[in-house]
């Protein structure tokens, strides 16, 4: 039943299309396809996440990730968030004129909070130690001193790893050189970072 008003359906479309359609004489051959301006970047842009991200030429959006297009000279490439409350924007600048991989790394809020947490948490270990140690010296108790290195060598070493783990999860750009491809019938452009 569904079928007949399908097949109804695109009869009637390809019979309206051919009244419209104007007289042979004055129909005029297809356009040849653009060329790109010289110096132009073939640029993919992709996410690295299922997040994806707004492409900006100029500030002015022009597709979303995953896309491909070519990027004249001079044009300022930036990424802009899309999923989030508070928009990020990551600068891309300036690509070079071969082929392009972009891909944009959004916040890892689990490593971000889990950083700010151990970032906290060692940060009083080591005033803590700090305090211990100074005022063991100064009151002349070994055990005072012993406790308070105890406490802030442990401490400087969690503060410095918690500020790489807080560094290693804020939104980043990598940008790589792309190589054509082709497996069976999929041709495409790869790149590694």
């Known amino acids: 039943m569904v079928r007949p008003r399908l097949v109804l359906a695109t009869f009637v479309l390809g019979a309206a299309t051919a009244h419209a359609q104007p007289a042979a004489e004055t129909v005029s051959a297809p356009e040849a396809p653009r060329q790109p301006p010289a110096g132009s970047t073939q640029a993919t842009f992709v996410s690295t996440t299922s997040q994806p991200w707004e492409v900006l030429l100029d500030r002015q959006p022009v597709c979303a990730t995953p896309c491909s297009m070519w990027v004249?000279?001079?044009?300022f490439v930036t990424l802009?968030?899309?999923n989030e409350r508070s928009r990020v924007l990551l600068d891309v600048g300036y690509l070079p004129p071969s082929p392009t991989i972009v891909a944009g790394k959004p916040l890892e809020?689990?490593?971000?909070?889990?950083g700010i947490t151990f970032t906290a948490l060692s940060g009083m270990g080591l005033i803590?130690?700090?305090?211990l140690t100074a005022v063991g010296y100064g009151t002349g108790s070994d055990g005072m001193t012993t406790a308070g290195l105890i406490t802030a060598v442990p401490s400087a070493l969690g503060l410095y790893l918690s500020i790489r783990l807080m560094q290693s999860?804020?939104?980043e750009v990598r940008i790589g050189p792309a190589q054509p491809y082709v497996?069976?019938?999929?041709?495409?452009?790869?790149?590694?970072f």
């Open 72 to 75: 004249e000279p001079a044009r």
């Open 80 to 82: 802009r968030s899309m």
């Open 109 to 114: 809020n689990g490593k971000y909070a889990a």
């Open 128 to 131: 803590t130690g700090i305090t």
């Open 169 to 171: 999860a804020v939104p």
């Open 183 to 192: 497996t069976g019938h999929t041709v495409g452009l790869a790149g590694t």
